[in-house]
């Protein structure tokens, strides 16, 4: 307990105790998410990432193009295998705890800050939803960047720390346009906040907006040149539902959220109060009294609290005013400020021992976690033996469908057709890691074209289990009309248990003379 407080409190060893802690808790969760996931291919989310990294460019159709940038870095240094894809995620969600910690140091002490770290690697988010890289995982660390440079410039007030929350600005939005949710509410906290006319005197807001519109141009541009199929994306996709519908997705929204946010919140109150029930007055007492507290910098601390309640209340309240479709894994970056706000009430007293107390139950959990994974896979797959999106042998089709390629034209395999869920996991699991072409989608990643497809020849696939079957068929059958067809049977085998059986409408379209 001594050790915990000690390394965890001390101004020299506290960067490298939480440095470690995080590394520690990102290659644990690497190997549990191995193991859960070893009966399934990668998700289609961290495929596309890595289709998008094939290409350097400055968006993707859906999405601005940060996370295919560091996709693409990623796998220039590490082999294109799951473990890969799931020390990524680990990695990703490791550095915003750390982040989150630099965070809490503008805003609580030592210990604080460090009870922050350990209540966000319980929080759901940050291990088991953790599992797949895309860009709603990836706010985790930019959001977090944003912030910190708020709180920088909202402290000292000069350019140059407006230039940082520029670019810290234009880095969360190059991840994903539903950061504005946060850079909106930072700008709202800016206003609430009682000292804002001492921030909006100096030149830091202003020259973050100079600097952050400078950043965003080459993006602005792309967007405007590619009709702006991103937000055609998302008005197709997350638009046009009814009123009731939109109530019911909110209501869903935030009791998802909700419920992911009370595991790390109850075990926090068990850590500070311990689970002695004897004179249950005094342990109040001690964790939970008036006066000062000069462990919790307040004006800082407002500053967190406005932030976390502004995009806790508004997406919701925006999308039955908008009626727009609130998708669960949008709130994946809206509270990894909440441990922060509540550790920051200056009532909370922290004592040491609660530290010990949540590390201890964060490695017990995490322990009995990683022992339990590979019977939870196999529990997982016979509860749901004919879940194909889950268990169809994907990354076996890719493998076969690259020999069958080879066998016939003796050159790489360069386009593969096919929806997203199909198409991205034959890039990510073929070694020759085809460009996705996706039929009919007019928010096109530009990865290939059409005609680069049939100048190159192109392996398309229909999954006969789609509801969109019909549709790729007649794609097939007007682009694809020397296609030689194939029927191929994948399915995946996990400990003597066997998963579902998919085939696959293949067709194969030659190279143009």
């Given at each position: ?6 390394s ?8 490298a105790?939480?440095f470690?802690?995080?590394m ?16 399934q291919d ?5 495929a596309?990432a890595?289709?998008w ?9 859906k999405h ?6 560091i ?8 082999p294109?295998?799951d473990?890969?894809?799931y020390l990524l ?12 910690w ?15 770290v350990v ?13 797949k890289?895309?860009p709603?995982l990836?706010?985790l660390?930019?959001l977090p960047?944003l ?7 909202f ?11 520029g ?12 950061v ?13 906040h009682p ?11 202003w ?19 590619d ?11 997350y638009?046009?539902?009814?009123r009731?519908e939109?109530?019911?997705?909110a ?5 998802h959220?909700?419920?992911l946010?009370a ?5 926090a ?13 005094a ?27 502004i ?6 309240l ?7 479709y ?6 994946i ?7 922060l706000?509540?550790?920051?009430i200056?009532?909370l007293r ?17 322990l009995?976690?990683l022992?339990a994974s ?9 509860d749901?033996p ?5 268990y169809?042998a ?31 996991p ?14 009919g ?33 007649a794609?097939m059958?007007?682009?694809g ?9 994948t399915?995946r085998?996990?400990?003597?248990h ?8 293949v067709?194969i ?5």
């Amino acid at each position: 307990m001594a050790w915990v407080a000690a390394s965890a409190t001390d101004r020299y060893s506290a960067s490298a105790f939480v440095f470690a802690f995080a590394m520690i808790h990102a290659l644990l969760w690497t190997v549990i998410l191995i193991n859960l996931k070893a009966a399934q291919d990668v998700h289609m989310d961290v495929a596309e990432a890595f289709a998008w990294g094939q290409k350097f460019q400055l968006g993707y159709g859906k999405h601005p193009p940060l996370a295919g940038w560091i996709a693409g870095l990623w796998f220039r240094a590490f082999p294109v295998t799951d473990w890969a894809a799931y020390l990524l995620a680990t990695a990703t969600v490791s550095l915003g705890m750390v982040i989150t910690w630099l965070i809490s140091l503008r805003v609580v002490d030592y210990r604080r800050a460090f009870f922050v770290v350990v209540m966000l690697a319980i929080y759901p988010i940050f291990n088991f939803k953790g599992f797949k890289y895309n860009p709603d995982l990836l706010q985790l660390v930019t959001l977090p960047l944003l912030v910190l440079a708020y709180l920088n410039a909202f402290e000292k007030r000069n350019a140059a720390s407006g230039v940082l929350l520029g670019l810290a600005a234009a880095l969360a939005l190059m991840t994903k346009y539903w950061v504005l949710t946060m850079i909106g509410a930072v700008g709202l906290a800016a206003l609430i906040h009682p000292e804002r006319m001492n921030f909006l005197r100096s030149p830091a807001p202003w020259v973050a907006m100079v600097v952050g519109v400078i950043a965003m141009i080459p993006h602005l541009l792309w967007l405007k040149a590619d009709d702006f199929a991103p937000l055609i994306y998302a008005g197709d996709v997350y638009g046009h539902f009814t009123r009731a519908e939109t109530a019911m997705l909110a209501l869903g929204y935030v009791e998802h959220n909700l419920a992911l946010l009370a595991l790390p919140v109850a075990i926090a109150a068990l850590a500070l109060v311990g689970i002695s029930l004897r004179r249950p007055a005094a342990t109040l007492a001690r964790v939970w009294s008036a006066g000062p507290n000069s462990g919790v910098n307040y004006t800082q601390a407002l500053n967190v609290w406005l932030i976390q309640i502004i995009v806790a209340v508004g997406p919701p309240l925006g999308g039955l005013i908008f009626s727009v479709y609130m998708k669960t894994d949008w709130g994946i970056s809206l509270f990894f400020l909440t441990p922060l706000a509540l550790v920051a009430i200056p009532r909370l007293r922290l004592l040491n021992a609660a530290l010990f107390r949540i590390v201890a139950t964060w490695l017990v959990l995490t322990l009995v976690t990683l022992a339990a994974s590979p019977y939870i896979a196999i529990h997982e797959m016979t509860d749901k033996p004919s879940a194909a999106f889950s268990y169809g042998a994907r990354s076996q089709l890719a493998r076969e469908l690259t020999q069958l390629w080879h066998n016939r034209f003796f050159t790489r395999w360069s386009v593969v057709a096919g929806t997203t869920e199909v198409g991205e996991p034959m890039t990510f699991y073929s070694p020759d890691h085809p460009a996705p072409l996706t039929p009919g989608e007019v928010w096109s990643s530009d990865l290939t074209s059409l005609e680069e497809a049939k100048r190159l020849g192109f392996i398309g696939v229909c999954d006969t289990t789609d509801n969109r079957l019909q549709e790729c068929e007649a794609w097939m059958a007007k682009n694809g009309k020397d296609a030689e067809q194939v029927a191929i049977t994948t399915q995946r085998f996990f400990k003597g248990h066997p998963g579902p059986a998919t085939t696959w409408k293949v067709y194969i379209v030659p190279p143009a003379k």
